[in-house]
């Protein structure tokens, strides 16, 4: 398998034991799979692990733009409770761009982890107000919230977006912060996790974002 496992709110490595995995700093975890560069044979290992649970990129991706990142967590193929994508590139106005797509189960912490938030989801900060932007996932649109990453340290310049989605959290993290002003109401998200012998048209590779 070309896809490593690691903590999901972490970048330590998990050890398995009797079918369970635990992080030496959190305890006990499920895997978080992820493969040391993208490529299109390592995304289709990524597809057969994470089974049906979407995996969402921005489609159709713009020119000069590629899969940079993806990873999904689970403790067996087929049983997911997250996936990740990261599809980077240019714009004029914020030169390079990272959008990270996460989708989990309630409780999972990797959209947390990606956002730089302290708390797991973002249920206490959405809802009660406007949002801040759509995207359309198929027939749906889906509403967005922004999340204040202001109160807690972080490493990197970024804006953060989170909403629901069929039944999951929904985040979508864009670094730099400006680049929030490329997520129009027009944008699409595409679940590609059945996508077949249309994934040959995904550029893969490129620098791999940290989170």
Do not use: K
């Amino acid at each position: 398998m070309s896809l490593t496992a690691g903590c999901v709110l972490c970048s330590a490595p998990v050890v398995e034991s009797d079918g369970e995995w635990s992080c030496p700093e959190h305890g006990a975890t499920g895997p978080l799979w992820r493969a040391p560069e993208a490529s299109y044979d390592a995304f289709a290992e990524h597809l057969r692990t994470a089974g049906t649970f979407p995996t969402y990129v921005p489609w159709p991706m713009s020119p000069g733009w590629s899969v940079t990142d993806f990873a999904v967590v689970a403790a067996r193929p087929g049983r997911a409770t997250a996936a990740l994508t990261c599809t980077s590139g240019t714009s004029e106005l914020d030169g390079p761009v990272d959008v990270l797509v996460v989708a989990e189960e309630a409780g999972t912490g990797l959209g947390a982890r990606c956002a730089g938030t302290r708390y797991t989801d973002p249920g206490h900060e959405i809802g009660d107000r406007a949002p801040s932007a759509r995207v359309r996932i198929g027939s749906q649109s889906v509403n967005l919230w922004d999340i204040s990453t202001s109160g807690f340290d972080g490493e990197f310049d970024r804006s953060v977006l989170a909403g629901e989605a069929a039944g999951r959290w929904l985040w979508i993290v864009l670094r730099p912060a400006s680049a929030l002003l490329l997520l129009r109401d027009d944008w699409i998200l595409r679940d590609v996790s059945a996508a077949g012998p249309q994934l040959v048209e995904l550029p893969f590779g490129g620098h791999r974002p940290g989170w």
